[in-house]
């Protein structure tokens, strides 16, 4: 039932830690992490009532006793926490959640887009991004990131492509460049694929 996506959330997991599941759906994360006692504790919340009436039926189906809150973002969550999942939605929302105080020490982030942007945002607002993993689910790659407060200054070089060291996942970026490269784009956009590419190329070669 769980995909290799959630899987790589979930190992990212602490066992000591209590997780909010912040956007979660269906709860098929929290199932996960409860029924093999991955962590001591899993919450889940989510902005639309509908998805959480989801996850409400799942966790009954299940026979898990798991606390939900319809919340936007870490807002409306009174239980203790002290890791925040936020998965499966673009970077933009994950900056608008994390912009909170509420915003705990530890983050997983899987966003959907924009990793450069995430990237730089995390730095900027006091994160580090001690682990990337990458994930290849359903004919896409994702980037599931392990966030500790703290000050860390990446490389542009790490901004962009991350701190995964993942050789396939950068040879899918070239190759992806590649074939926009080929298309009728503007001359600035042209350069700049190029320049990714070279920079790419230096992640991928054998040290
Ligand atoms: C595509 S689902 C992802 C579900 C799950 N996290 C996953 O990765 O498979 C995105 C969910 O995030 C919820 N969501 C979007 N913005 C949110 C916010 N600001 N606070 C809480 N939940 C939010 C949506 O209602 C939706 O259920």
Known sequence: MISERLKTIASLVSQNDTVVDVGCDHGYLAIYLKKNNI??????????????????????????????????????????YDTGVIAGVGAQTIMDI??????????????????????????????????????????????VMLCIKGIQKLTKKELLFGISNNKKYYNYLINKNKEILKKNIPLLKKIQLKYYNYLLKGLTEKK
């Not at 639309?48 to 807002?75: C, E, H, M, P, V």
């Not at 995390?122 to 990337?132: S, V």
């Open 98 to 143: 994390i912009k909170s105080e509420k915003t705990p020490n530890k983050l997983i982030l899987a966003s959907n887009n924009d990793l450069y942007k995430l990237r730089c945002y995390l730095n900027k607002i006091g994160y580090k991004i001690r682990e990337e993993k990458v994930v290849y689910d359903n004919k896409h790659y994702y980037i």
């Open 39 to 80: 962590c001591k504790d899993v919450i889940s919340s989510d902005i639309n009532q509908n998805a959480l009436n989801n996850a409400i039926n799942n966790f009954k189906k299940y026979k898990l006793d798991i606390k939900t809150y319809l919340s936007d973002g870490f807002s409306n969550i009174e239980s203790y």
